[in-house]
């Protein structure tokens, strides 16, 4: 029996084990058309409970996480290798910062959220002159790269949690698969920029912290892992391999190009078209994989995104992908047959937007690595 430890930060079911997200939970996910990451990680859950050799483990601070001093700054602890501290201090003290401002001082347009987002936004970073404003608006435009991706109230505190999930996995190394279910996804994230729903980058985060030379970053996810690519973009001992749909056509637009082999060499962009259905993504996925082996690396991260599947809302708006049910067993048994079985492994949860769907797919990566891998080790 494979040893599957899923780590997340709540458990959202009552005693009759049914899911309950709380009414603040709601609301957040009710921020944006498509991304509900509250309701996505419950199902999850939800799903992975009935599948054979699941350890869920509940992961939050607690007061024996102390300092000697003061509690532990876990977003600063976790990210400060792959984060810039201007940008985290900026996403720990501007939720409440805007919150300040009263109704008078917020724009209307976010005021109509209960959420701040960006609405000015600088010149390309050309000029050393350009800098961060100190009002909270401007900042705001500064460090987000887009307009989906808002701070509000209490957000503050699942970006501790997130990094404290980070945390946890590092002390999991004897586990066959480690599975981090955040509050957020966090591949847009880069070294001093948030975006695509995305603020802190949990997998950058576990390769700057995981005791190995030299570590591989496997993206599934839709869309490019733009900011993964980005904060590595200089690192020899940091592959980055992502599979994504071709930035001609979809978000991130500016990223993601087969061309883009990151100052290193260690970027590996394998763009695929819109449409692109199992028989297409397999032999992608394959080269990709080969490339780790190449690399050499010790352990290798998944960002593990869902919004390949056929129909996605998300991704449907501009093109889409069309891998549908089997093609996710056979996903998680295509990166066990391409890694070594020394390999160790950890699965972060990114996209997908199909909520009916995103359940099963997400476990059956993740059971069909596993048992692969047990098979594997016979």
């Given amino acids: 029996m494979p040893s599957i430890a899923v780590l997340t930060p709540v458990l959202p079911f009552n005693d009759q084990k049914e899911i ?3 009414e603040q939970d709601q609301q957040r996910d009710a921020l944006d058309e498509y991304n509900h990451s509250r309701q996505r990680r419950a199902l999850i859950l939800q799903e992975l409970r009935t599948r054979p050799g699941i350890d869920i483990k ?3 601070p607690s007061d024996d996480d102390d300092d000697d001093d003061d509690e532990t700054d876990w977003v600063t602890h976790i990210y400060r290798k792959v984060h810039s501290s201007e940008l985290l201090q900026f996403l ?3 939720p409440a910062r805007w919150e300040a401002l009263g109704k008078a001082g917020q724009d209307p347009i976010a005021s109509l959220r209960a959420a701040l987002i960006p609405i000015c936004v600088p010149l390309q970073r050309t000029t050393a002159s350009q800098r961060p404003s100190q009002h909270v608006v401007g900042q705001m435009g500064y460090y987000c790269t887009d307009n989906c991706t808002p701070l509000f109230a209490g957000i503050v505190e699942e970006f501790e949690r997130d990094a404290y999930l980070v945390q946890c996995a590092l002390q999991e190394s004897s586990r066959t698969v480690v599975v981090l279910l955040p509050t957020h996804p966090g591949h847009h994230a880069a070294t001093d920029c948030f975006g695509g729903y995305c603020y802190t980058n949990h997998a950058a985060a576990l390769a700057a912290h995981l005791p190995h030379e030299r570590v591989a970053i496997l993206d599934v996810d839709y869309h490019c892992g733009n900011g993964t690519a980005a904060i590595f973009d200089n690192d020899p001992n940091v592959l980055v391999v992502s599979l994504h749909c071709d930035p001609d056509y979809d978000y991130p637009f500016h990223a993601g190009f087969a061309d883009d082999v990151g100052t290193a060499g260690t970027t590996c962009h394998l763009p695929l078209p ?5 028989a297409q993504y397999k032999p992608a996925l394959q080269q990709g994989l080969q490339r780790i082996r ?3 690396g010790t352990a290798c991260i998944v960002s593990l995104g869902l919004d390949t599947y056929d129909q996605d809302p998300c991704a449907l708006r501009r093109a889409g992908f069309h891998l549908r049910d089997n093609d996710y067993v056979a996903m998680g048994r295509c990166i066990a047959q391409g890694l070594d079985t020394s390999v160790q492994v950890l699965f972060v949860q990114e996209g997908g ?6 359940p099963v797919a997400a476990a059956d990566v993740i059971c069909g690595f596993a048992e692969e891998r047990e098979r594997m080790s016979e």
């Fill in 20 to 22: 309950v997200l709380s």
């Fill in 294 to 296: 190449d690399f050499g």
């Fill in 58 to 60: 509940l992961c939050t």
């Fill in 92 to 94: 720990q003290t501007a």
């Fill in 353 to 358: 937007y199909r909520m009916d769907k995103v």
């Fill in 274 to 278: 819109p449409g692109t259905d199992w």
